[in-house]
């Protein structure tokens, strides 16, 4: 009894290490061989998991263009509320560098909110994986436990399609959420496909709201 006990308890053991071990952020695999220019077009975020913080919460676009020499940048839209009450267009702008060019689906992305109540910053852009034409999903790591795990990450699930996946993908985009220890943890993203006039006011007023708690 006592063996086979002491068995069950390092076979548990076993198990946690190597699930820590998967969760490990540089243990995580990206798309081998990305191509920004395939990837380049206009892409809607169907899943996100967020961040702490901000972050736009649904009708969620961008668009990723490739200058001549060879760089990536994006135009990204969505909604976000403020003051916990107030929901307001947000358009961020982005630019992407490559930090290792033997792994071009590793990214730092500096961004910029388009408003003043907008934050802009640097965050790791990776895609774990992507077909070109159907979806994609991004990760990225703010902060790192001492294990190598994520403290604070976020991910988006993309498509071309603003209505969704077809279900053989949607395997694909589970298992790839499972494997950057994030499955479960997203919520769906709403493509209404439209910016009421009201949040389009809300936008330009709180900007002058912004501007006046600032100045």
Not at 26 to 53: I, M, N
Not at 103 to 123: E, R, V
Not at 164 to 174: D, F, K, M, N, T
Request: glycine content about 8%; hydrophobic content about 40%.
């Amino acid at each position: 009894m006592d063996f086979q006990m002491f068995a069950l308890v390092m076979l548990f053991l076993a198990c946690v290490e190597q699930s820590l071990a998967t969760c490990v952020v540089d243990s995580f695999t990206v798309k081998e061989d990305f191509d920004p220019q395939r990837y380049a077009g206009k892409w809607y975020a169907l899943q996100k998991k967020d961040p702490e913080g901000l972050f736009l919460q649904d009708n969620i676009s961008a668009e990723y263009t490739v200058g001549d020499d060879g760089a990536m940048v994006a135009s990204s839209r969505g909604r976000v509320t403020l003051f916990g009450f107030w929901v307001v267009c947000a358009d961020m702008a982005a630019q992407y560098s490559v930090p290792d060019p033997s792994t071009p689906g590793k990214m730092f992305m500096n961004y910029q909110g388009l408003a003043s109540y907008l934050s802009s910053g640097g965050d790791n852009y990776w895609v774990i994986d992507t077909d070109y034409d159907n979806y994609a999903i991004t990760y990225a790591c703010r902060t790192l436990k001492d294990d190598g795990s994520c403290d604070d990450g976020y991910s988006l699930v993309f498509s071309r399609n603003p209505r969704g996946l077809p279900p053989a993908i949607q395997r694909v985009v589970r298992q790839k959420q499972e494997e950057i220890c994030m499955g479960g943890q997203f919520q769906p993203v709403l493509q209404s496909g439209t910016y009421p006039v009201f949040h389009i006011l809300t936008y330009i007023l709180g900007m002058f709201l912004c501007k006046a708690l600032i100045f």
